[in-house]
């Protein structure tokens, strides 16, 4: 059994590879959206699981259910969950493969790299009033409780489930300040969403192509808009692949090793 981290695209992409392959997968989410994205799947030889899990919970997991690898390809800044993933295979002594999509080159003049969200709210105050957020709903409260932005008016594109919609609701969004919207988005898409809000500064994190980070380059580029990107946390992984066969080949290789 394949324990695969899919609370992305790709995550859900590789669950979908391994079960073709003949692996028995178990697919970890941490949201009911995420869930019934794979239910689909759902069969014999795949088990979906949406119970939040830290590190001591998947040594116990893994051990209980007979886990033979962990297949880790949660969101890029999930660094949380990597290292608690990393950490319980080291404890039960299985392999560990992280899947990774290749980042978006930054060469547009007017960005701005930042390391946190907190980064990230002080940069957008100087640069403009009207903040157009594309960082997700996870850590919105960053940016609405920080005092730096407190004169500015925040615009924030999340998707569009009643979970999340209320979750801006409650933390003081207008519905003139909420784009729910599912991806993914061209570049004139988002360059018209930009210009529909009269946003004046772009926040972003850099999630690679698949995660829109080339189109929402190209939009701020058009309309010179500044575009603030949070970068990526690195991590020493014990296995980084950045193709499906790449990580496809390393599994087969690392169970070989341990069988």
């Known amino acids: 059994m394949i324990f695969v981290m899919a609370g992305t695209k790709d995550g859900r992409e590789l669950v979908k590879m391994l079960l073709a392959a003949g692996y028995q997968v178990t697919a970890s989410v941490v949201s009911s959206y995420g869930k019934q994205l794979l239910e689909e799947n759902k069969g014999h030889s795949l088990v979906v699981n949406d119970e939040p899990m830290d590190g001591e919970a998947l040594e116990k997991y893994f051990l ?74 996870r850590n919105l409260s960053k940016f609405t409780s920080a005092e730096c932005l407190r004169d500015c008016r925040l615009i924030a594109r999340v998707l569009p489930t009643a979970e999340v919609i209320g979750l801006c609701e409650d933390l003081g969004l207008a519905p003139d300040q909420i784009v729910a919207l599912q991806g993914p988005f061209s570049a004139a898409l988002n360059r018209e969403l930009f210009l529909r809000y009269e946003a004046e500064v772009i926040i972003t994190k850099n999630s690679g192509t698949l995660g829109g980070t080339d189109t929402k380059v190209q939009a701020a580029a058009e309309l010179g808009l500044p575009l603030i990107v949070i970068d990526r946390p690195p991590l020493a992984y014990d296995c980084l692949c950045s193709t499906f066969d790449e990580l496809k080949d390393n599994l087969h290789d690392l169970l070989k090793e341990d069988a």
């Open 64 to 137: 209980a259910h007979h886990i033979e690898a962990c297949v880790d390809a949660s969101h890029p800044y999930a660094v949380n969950a990597s290292q608690n993933a990393m950490a319980a295979c080291h404890g039960v002594k299985i392999p560990y493969l992280r899947y990774e999509r290749n980042l978006t080159r930054l060469d547009y003049e007017k960005t701005v790299i930042v390391h946190s969200y907190e980064e990230a709210a002080a940069e957008a105050a100087k640069l403009g009033k009207v903040i157009f957020l594309t960082t997700g709903s």
